[in-house]
């Protein structure tokens, strides 16, 4: 079964690498650090405000701290999210792109091909890249085709898929003084209706414009941090964001479980679950999270 999203809409599809570069080139020089990640954060006693250790044994104070780092967070801990280990799927995929020296000849379009418990996904980047993914469950045989074989092994990614369960965002309160998380810290899906991405740019447009507005409404930039308006601001953040997530990441967590089951009756029970909450499989593509 061959389904082509996107023919009539729009999609992107980006290079991580290449993201990256274009946030940091528009930071102003020195903004950014390397080679320290954040091994805790805790609340100073005194000060109120958070303190983050980093691996490299300093201590940084800051006055508010946005945790964006990803699956494994250790921000996100602090919010009683499920600590040790995210929940693992058993699906597991395997990603990349590959380059057609002479050009490829599919179509400008997102197709995914479903087989039993195996997807493939593909969607060309330029006349000669495509990016394609594999999931299935994970299993100690391979097997190779030749899109995959032809794929860079520096362009090679396999990746154990973890979930933060979609209970996670109701259930908890996800600002802690001034901290707050977004991206995957917040709500890891897993790739399965592909928006982890895309629902943590909407974040930044989100927390983003909360500030804005807060900071030009009070005219206080630097003492409104201090006083208070960052909590105020996480916390139309946190509630903007939350049906939102919460409703991709149950999605996500429909599909994903359908894919990983192999229990008819379950996927069955899936089935008819997403027949009535998700009767739009592509629901998610007409959310608007307004502009900046
Ligand atoms: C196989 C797969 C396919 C996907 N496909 C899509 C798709 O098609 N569309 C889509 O929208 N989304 C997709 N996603 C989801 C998307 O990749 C994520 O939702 C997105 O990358 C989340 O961004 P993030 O910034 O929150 O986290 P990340 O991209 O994980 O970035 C976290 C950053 O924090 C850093 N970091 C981690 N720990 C620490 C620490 N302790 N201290 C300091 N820094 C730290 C990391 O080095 C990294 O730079 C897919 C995910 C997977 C696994």
Not at 44 to 54: A, G, K, M, N, S
Not at 142 to 168: F, G, Q
Not at 233 to 248: A, G, H, I
Request: aromatic fraction near 10%; include cysteine.
């Amino acid at each position: 079964m061959e389904f082509p999203f996107g023919v009539s809409r729009e999609f992107r599809c980006l290079k991580r690498s290449d993201l990256m570069k274009a946030m940091a080139d528009n930071l102003p020089t020195g903004t950014v650090r390397t080679n320290c990640r954040v091994h805790s954060i805790e609340i100073d006693p005194v000060t109120h405000y958070p303190q983050l250790r980093l691996s490299n044994g300093s201590i940084l104070q800051a006055k508010v701290v946005i945790g964006c780092d990803g699956v494994n967070s250790s921000i996100a801990n602090m919010f009683g999210l499920h600590r040790t280990k995210l929940l693992l799927f058993s699906t597991c995929v395997a990603r990349g792109f590959t380059n057609y020296p002479n050009g490829h000849q599919y179509a400008s379009e997102f197709a995914v091909i479903c087989k039993a418990q195996v997807q493939l996904g593909r969607i060309p980047i330029s006349d000669k890249l495509v990016y394609w993914f594999v999931t299935r469950l994970r299993t100690p045989q391979e097997e190779a085709v030749d899109m995959i074989r032809n794929c860079k092994l520096s362009y090679l990614h396999l990746t154990e898929l973890k979930y933060r369960p979609p209970w996670d965002l109701v259930f908890n309160n996800l600002r802690n003084g001034t901290v707050t998380i977004a991206g995957d810290a917040m709500h890891a899906t897993g790739p399965f209706i592909a928006q982890g991405g895309s629902a943590s740019i909407e974040d930044a447009i989100v927390i983003a414009r909360c500030l804005a507005q807060k900071v030009h409404n009070a005219k206080k930039v630097e003492t409104g941090i201090n006083n208070g308006v960052a909590k105020e601001v996480f916390d139309e953040y946190v509630k903007e964001r939350r049906k939102r997530l919460f409703w991709l990441s149950l999605h996500s967590f429909l599909v994903g479980k359908k894919l990983d089951t192999k229990s008819s009756i379950v996927r069955f029970i899936i089935n008819a679950i997403m027949s009535v909450l998700f009767k739009d499989p592509d629901w998610h593509t007409h959310y608007h999270c307004q502009n900046l």
